[in-house]
């Protein structure tokens, strides 16, 4: 068995406000989602998706630092052959939802070296979403130590916190040793089961190196709490390379 989906969107963005410390700006967009599922040969399900969406973004200057707060919005359309809800029940997936997002950032300067970072993502939408639409915590990037263990809901929050320490050396590149600290919480609608709702906790410390080409990361992660059901490996390593191509 075996998937592909393909996404296609369009996104305008207008800039409603701007000074030397903030910025406001509104966009607006559609995108079709299509997966399909199958088995050798066999088409297993096809689905398509049409989402309009709509977004406030506002970056400022705040206690030395850099606020960044971005309110969204999603609406499941019944155009462009999207799927139709006509005769589905409650519990079931809908390809007509609504859904609300809010994702916060902040980055400080503590010292010159010392950097702080946190960062807020959430969801929420009283529909039961399609797998793709629900917002999914855990993996890499995400709460430490639940790289294969994952936690999904139409209901949905993560936070994490970052301090970093930057050494620069010379001109070639800059070292940053880190530690942070993630928490998330998700939670299915319509579904009172013992797996409709789940948390994770985590830390992870690491390295990063980043020159003007190449970028890497090299963590260590642990879990520190989770939901009963959950069953993730006592830690985790992680390991990124990015490259760096100017034309």
Do not use: C, W
């Amino acid at each position: 068995m075996y998937s592909s989906s393909r996404t296609t969107q369009a996104n305008l963005e207008k800039i409603l406000f701007r000074n030397q410390k903030s910025k406001v700006s509104f966009e607006a967009g559609i995108k079709q989602k299509h997966n399909q599922n199958y088995l050798e040969k066999s088409v297993l399900s096809d689905r398509k998706l049409s989402i309009g969406t709509v977004g406030l973004n506002t970056t400022t200057s705040l206690f030395s630092g850099i606020l960044g707060v971005n309110l969204g919005y999603e609406r499941g359309l019944k155009i462009f052959g999207a799927e139709r809800d006509n005769g589905k029940l409650d519990i079931n997936p809908k390809a007509q939802f609504n859904k609300y997002t809010l994702d916060v950032s902040y980055y400080k300067p503590i010292t010159n070296k010392f950097v702080y970072r946190a960062n807020i993502y959430s969801s929420y939408s009283n529909d039961v979403l399609y797998g793709s639409e629900r917002q999914t915590i855990g993996g890499t990037g995400s709460v430490g130590g639940f790289k294969n263990d994952t936690i999904q809901g139409d209901k949905a929050v993560e936070i994490d916190n970052e301090i970093s320490y930057n050494i620069p050396i010379k001109k070639f590149a800059i070292i940053s040793p880190y530690l942070s600290y993630g928490y998330g919480t998700a939670k299915y609608s319509k579904d009172n089961s013992k797996y409709a709702r789940g948390y994770v906790t985590g830390i992870t410390t690491g390295l990063r190196l980043n020159t003007k080409y190449l970028d890497f990361d090299f963590g260590y992660a642990k879990p520190m709490a989770h939901s009963d059901y959950l069953k993730p490996k006592k830690q985790d390593i992680y390991f990124s390379g990015n490259m760096k191509i100017s034309f």
